[in-house]
């Protein structure tokens, strides 16, 4: 697999043109906005956060595919994990773009989130994959502030 | 003193300006023959920054390895060849802007500063509260940041001229706009984002009807297009010496005598002063007036070489080259369904700005850095004009003369590339 293969996989390009939970939410009890001025990629998080467990999770904006597909990708996973579930989740899919997963020779058990293992390969493109993410801890802790990459 | 300064290369050596010849052009751009991701580097990003040939990188070399001292200060011989290179390169930026008098030709780190030196002096004395500054909406941020400091700090109120579909001034909207508490004027000559020509010398005729001065933003223009500050008549105008073939860190700032005389200076300290004491200072003789500080020596002499080198292959040869190329890459990116180019003006030079449908323009850019063409995706500091063609960026190839029609092949064979990842 060439690392354009590996970064632009079939579960990335099928996710960034067709993107789930992509709505605004209704009864949302948390929202938070994303955005890199880089390259202009805006994202919305809404949440329904049930004591500590994210009862309902979707996303609006535009961005590239990777930014897309990792906000539609991240919808799917996050719904039904508490807090504590979300931030882990977090820490091993940023050590696994930034390449760390790959130095400590880990596996660590990401399910769908391994199809973003090829980014590891294009620095200037970690952002991308980790908007969302930023977005969300934002929007978990309750701070109304835009995220932004910068 | 002169030998050390005297250029070795083989276009020197020609009696006359040989015909444009690119094969031999590229020989002199050492960056060029590189591969990139096991490519041959196709390097189409020259509007974010252009190569430097080898004579711009040896005049650099040269004077650090055997001129280096500061200027205007030392009595001792490398100090007086230092002073004589640095000034030598003024003069070359001034006969490059065919200015009458090499005190109008200020040295600053770039465009950027330039503007800013003159919203700072200029504007600062002359924009009070209710006043206006006049700038077009295909300006890039380096162009409207400055004014808007100004702006709110005068109580004063920034204007904007719109632009047509094509990417063009309106011109009778710029007129309009122009009025009794206009008092300044700022404007690009070639858009980054859109490549757009604008008619300066229209411009600058409109404003000094209203008697308000006129910058030009030449950052765009300077590489691909002849510049004659007194034809256009304008004010000031301002380069960056990074996009004309020069190194990074040195630009030029273009002022009438007489305007440059009446303002206040920019930063204080070293050598923009005549004298000092703690009750007073006397301010030195323009332009040493706004060069406070140590310069950038070694990049002003960079900057003279690449002048220097264009000369000898001739503003009007690269600018009749370029407009064929342009032409010949608007057609090929046209052609494929799907591409659409931004910013259609009739009077286009250097930029070809495009986006794909159903593809981010940073997609597009990572695809095509691993096929080893450079371009950049984004805003290109030029928000306000995605906004106006409502799209959050663009993919934007950007020409010199050392390109070829087989890079804008490889530029088309790519974007292909990317409509068969994203089918």
């Given at each position: 697999m060439s690392d354009l293969d590996g970064l632009y996989q079939e579960v990335i390009l099928d996710h960034s043109k067709k993107?789930?939970?992509c709505r605004a939410m209704e009864g949302a009890n948390r929202r938070a906005d994303g955005y890199n001025p880089l390259c202009g990629d805006k994202f919305t998080i809404y949440l329904k956060l049930q004591d500590d467990r994210i009862a309902d999770i979707s996303f609006q904006g535009t961005g590239c595919a990777i930014s897309t597909a990792s906000a539609s990708i991240l919808t799917e996973i996050l719904k039904g994990k508490t807090r504590a579930e979300a931030e882990a989740l977090f820490e091993s899919f940023h050590d696994l773009v930034t390449g760390k997963t790959r130095e400590k020779g880990e596996t660590p058990a990401l399910g769908k989130l391994a199809v973003f293992s090829g980014v590891c390969g294009f620095p200037v493109r970690v952002k991308c994959a980790t908007l969302v993410w930023h977005t969300l801890r934002t929007a978990l802790d309750g701070d109304q502030k835009v995220t932004t990459t910068e | 003193m002169a030998t050390t300064r005297e250029v070795v290369h083989p276009s020197t050596r020609e009696p006359s300006a040989p015909a444009f010849d690119v094969r031999r052009i590229r020989e002199d751009f050492p960056i060029l023959k590189q591969k990139v991701h096991g490519k041959p580097l196709v390097y189409l990003d020259n509007a974010a920054t252009s190569q430097k040939p080898a004579v711009v990188i040896e005049a650099m070399q040269r004077f650090y390895t055997q001129d280096c001292s500061n200027v205007?200060?030392?009595?001792?011989l490398l100090s007086e060849r230092a002073t004589q290179a640095y000034e030598d390169a003024r003069v070359k930026v001034q006969n490059f802007l065919h200015a009458a008098d090499a005190r109008e030709t200020v040295f600053v780190r770039g465009t950027t500063e330039a503007i800013n030196l003159v919203a700072q002096t200029y504007g600062r004395r002359h924009v009070q509260a209710g006043d206006e500054v006049l700038i077009t909406a295909m300006e890039h941020h380096s162009n409207i940041v400055p004014w808007q400091i100004l702006c709110e700090e005068k109580g004063a109120a920034l204007r904007v001229a719109p632009i047509n579909d094509r990417g063009e001034l309106v011109l009778d909207e710029f007129e309009k706009l122009l009025n009794a508490r206009t008092r300044f004027v700022s404007v690009a000559h070639v858009s980054n984002a859109l490549g757009t020509i604008n008619p300066v010398r229209q411009l600058v005729q409109m404003a000094h009807r209203w008697n308000v001065p006129i910058l030009i933003d030449g950052a765009q223009a300077v590489p691909h297009l002849e510049v004659d500050v007194q034809e256009l008549d304008c004010d000031f105008y301002a380069f960056s010496g990074h996009k004309l073939f020069g190194p990074t860190g040195i630009g030029a700032l273009y002022g009438k005598a007489r305007l440059l005389e009446a303002m206040p200076p920019y930063q204080g300290g070293g050598d923009m002063i005549s004298s000092v004491s703690f009750e007073k200072t006397i301010y030195n003789h323009i332009p040493y007036k706004f060069e406070a500080g140590t310069p950038s020596i070694a990049a002003a002499i960079g900057l003279g070489a690449a002048i220097d080198y264009l000369n000898r292959v001739g503003m009007q040869n690269i600018a009749s080259y370029e407009h064929a190329l342009l032409s010949y890459a608007t057609e090929a990116i046209a052609q494929i369904p799907g591409a659409h180019i931004i910013g259609r003006a009739r009077e286009k030079a250097g930029v070809l700005s495009f986006v794909l449908d159903g593809v981010h323009p940073h997609d597009i850019g990572t695809i095509l850095d691993r096929e080893g063409i450079a371009i950049r995706t984004g805003h290109h500091c030029a928000q306000p004009v995605m906004e106006r063609f409502g799209v959050p960026a663009t993919a934007r190839a950007s020409l010199a003369f050392y390109n070829t029609k087989q890079d804008i092949n490889a530029l088309a064979a790519g974007i292909q590339l990317v409509k068969g990842i994203f089918g």
């Open positions: 993107p789930r939970n | 205007h200060r030392g009595v001792h």
